[in-house]
């Protein structure tokens, strides 16, 4: 990885939720990129996800970790501003940039990374590898698709089935 690129996991409790969030990410001079999943600890809320996960099946926003619900929530794209102001959302504080930044995100990346995470028994080197991927394809290549990369999708999916 280079030197100017950085990764990492930080994980909060959502009290009054009953979830955890888990936000990996990757930054770097030109911006950053996160995931966000919520992990489900209240039971009552386990069992709601359980059914919901029955009945969309694949299409489901919910992946499981050794019996516990994971919510995917988001896949997010945070750029400096020179440049960005296409993305509809500005974000006068943010969090990985710790300054003003241009903001897209997608669910549905969100939940490409996150069945990576947890079919891989929930190696976090694996989903930081795949973030330093698409910060290279969004923020360095100047790709300006929200969505996850297909280059990124297509090593996931190579990933799973190799069980690595």
């Given amino acids: 990885?280079?030197?100017?690129?950085?990764?990492g996991k930080s994980e909060r409790t959502l009290a009054s939720r009953g979830m955890r969030a888990h936000t990996w990410y990757t930054c770097g001079p030109r911006g950053a990129v996160s995931l966000i999943a919520h992990e489900?600890?209240?039971p009552a809320t386990i069992a709601i996800y359980s059914r919901e996960s029955r009945l969309m099946g694949d299409l489901s926003i919910v992946s499981w970790l050794n019996g516990v619900p994971y919510l995917a929530i988001d896949l997010g794209t945070h750029r400096t501003l020179e440049g960005h102001r296409e993305y509809t959302t500005y974000m006068p504080e943010c969090e990985f940039l710790c300054g003003p930044c241009w903001y897209d995100g997608t669910s549905l990346g969100a939940v490409e990374l996150l069945r990576v995470w947890t079919e891989t028994d929930?190696?976090?080197?694996?989903?930081l590898h795949l973030l330093e991927k698409h910060y290279r394809a969004q923020l360095?290549?100047?790709?300006?698709?929200?969505?996850?990369?297909?280059?990124?999708?297509?090593?996931?999916?190579?990933?799973?089935?190799?069980?690595?």
């Fill in 140 to 164: 360095d290549e100047g790709d300006p698709s929200a969505a996850l990369g297909r280059e990124v999708v297509a090593e996931a999916e190579q990933i799973l089935r190799s069980g690595t």
């Fill in 1 to 7: 990885m280079s030197a100017e690129i950085f990764s």
């Fill in 122 to 127: 929930g190696t976090d080197a694996v989903v």
């Fill in 40 to 42: 489900i600890t209240d």
